[in-house]
Structure formats: structure tokens, C-alpha cells
């Protein structure tokens, strides 16, 4: 989708190095979020924030922090890759929460080798 | 905690065919449910949302449904396609950040 985009797309990093994916939105949506898809696990969420500055846990956290300076863009920080941090990274942006409904809008991924 | 089963997980149908797609979850206290396509190695195309006041949405030959009372969710494809093959995914949504909790998805292949 052209109203956001991930970078890189691809990446091939070795154990205990540290590694920032980037989500970076032209929408001037409220939330981002970061996701995880693995076979057998399906999508799960690592982080996501609601504003800047504003951030939450999502269910698999560990080992991973994010941070959002400007509405624009959120950051995922793998502090000292594992190989169990190999998966593709998806990132989504939404307008609005709560009854009443929204949709998320999803990026085209990054797929992550730690080796 | 809100769970999201998906069945069958992979459905092999002949073109032309008409298909349902089957969602559950746990919890009724849904926001909303919206279905997705992924293609192989790709990112998530979003088909429907289906808010939580509304039973069901419509586009093209896709109409997907929601009974939150039974905690069901359908995807029905009339008069599928090869191009139809892919991997569908739904997703309910959980809190008021509106977290979406994914199924693992049907892979559907249409044979031509």
C-alpha cells in the first residue's frame, strides 16, 4: 500500500547484533502497530502505539522495543538479534479505534534472517 | 483471552465453485472482524470489516458475515477464480487500542 511502507525489506543479520526496522506512514494515522508472522504461529503483536510518544506491549515483546518520535514513523528495535527473532515483520496503521469500527492497513513486510 | 480458529486450513476447490471460509472466536465483546487476503510472500490486503453493530459487508463476489452471539464469522466467494488462491486470514478485534487478533488462516487453491 503507498500510504505505507516498510524498510528494508529484506535482512540478513548475525546473532546478538542489534537491528531497527522502520514503518513509515503518509496516512497521519493515530495508530501504528508492529506484527511477527510465523508458520504455525500466525500474526502476533509485538508492540504498538497509540500517539506520539505513546507505546504498549503487545503479546510477544521480549526482546524487542519500539519507539515513535513524529506521527510519521514507528521504530522496532531487536536489541540483540536471536535466531528465534527470524520471522517477517509486518507493520499496520489505523485511524480510529474503539465501537464503531476502522480497518488497518498493512505494510508489505520485512523479512529478517538472523544467523 | 480472545482466540481466533480458522477452518479448514487448506481448501482445494475447482474453479467456478462457490465457498465458504469459517472464522470463530472466543470472545463476543468483539469491536469488529475483518477478513484479509495474503498472497505468498506478500503483505495483508484487507477485504471486509464488519463493525461490531452490522451483520454483514459486501464487495464484488465477496460477502462476509458476522453473529457475534455465536462467535462466527463467514467469508463466502461466489463463482471462484484461479486468481482467487491465496491465503485468507481473519482478525477480531480485542480492546479499546484496537489490537487485531489473527486466525492462522485457510489457504485456498482454485484449480482451473
Known amino acids: 500500500d503507498a500510504g505505507i511502507t516498510q524498510s528494508p525489506r529484506h535482512k540478513v543479520t548475525e546473532t546478538g547484533t542489534p537491528v531497527t526496522l522502520r514503518c513509515h506512514q503518509t496516512?497521519?494515522?493515530?495508530?501504528m502497530y508492529w506484527y511477527r508472522q510465523d508458520p504455525g504461529h500466525g500474526l502476533r503483536l509485538i508492540h504498538y502505539?497509540?500517539?506520539?510518544?505513546?507505546?504498549d506491549k503487545g503479546e510477544v515483546s521480549d526482546g524487542y522495543s519500539v519507539s515513535r518520535s513524529k506521527t510519521e514513523d514507528f521504530l522496532l528495535t531487536l536489541e540483540s538479534a536471536t535466531s528465534s527473532q527470524t520471522s517477517v515483520y509486518f507493520c499496520?496503521?489505523?485511524?480510529?479505534?474503539?465501537?464503531?469500527?476502522?480497518?488497518?492497513?498493512f505494510g508489505s513486510g520485512t523479512r529478517l534472517t538472523v544467523v | 483471552k480472545q482466540e481466533v480458529t480458522q477452518i479448514p486450513a487448506a481448501l482445494s476447490v475447482p474453479e467456478g465453485e462457490n465457498l465458504v471460509l469459517n472464522c470463530s472466536f472466543t470472545?463476543?465483546?468483539?469491536?469488529?472482524l475483518q477478513w484479509f487476503r495474503q498472497d505468498p510472500g506478500k503483505g495483508l490486503t484487507s477485504l471486509l470489516l464488519?463493525?461490531?453493530?452490522?451483520r454483514e459487508q459486501t464487495s464484488g463476489r465477496l460477502n462476509a458475515s458476522l453473529d457475534k452471539s455465536s462467535g462466527r464469522s463467514t467469508l463466502y466467494i461466489a463463482a471462484s477464480q484461479p486468481g482467487d488462491s491465496a491465503t485468507y486470514l481473519c482478525?477480531?478485534?480485542?480492546?479499546?487500542?484496537?489490537?487485531?487478533?489473527f486466525g492462522k488462516g485457510t489457504k485456498l487453491s482454485v484449480k482451473p
Open positions: 499496520a496503521i489505523s485511524e480510529n479505534q474503539g465501537v464503531g469500527g476502522y480497518g488497518y492497513t
Open positions: 496516512e497521519n494515522h493515530r495508530y
Open positions: 502505539s497509540y500517539g506520539v510518544k505513546d507505546t
Open positions: 470472545d463476543s465483546a468483539i469491536y469488529n
Open positions: 464488519i463493525q461490531s453493530s452490522q
Open positions: 482478525a477480531a478485534t480485542r480492546g479499546s487500542q484496537g489490537n487485531l487478533i
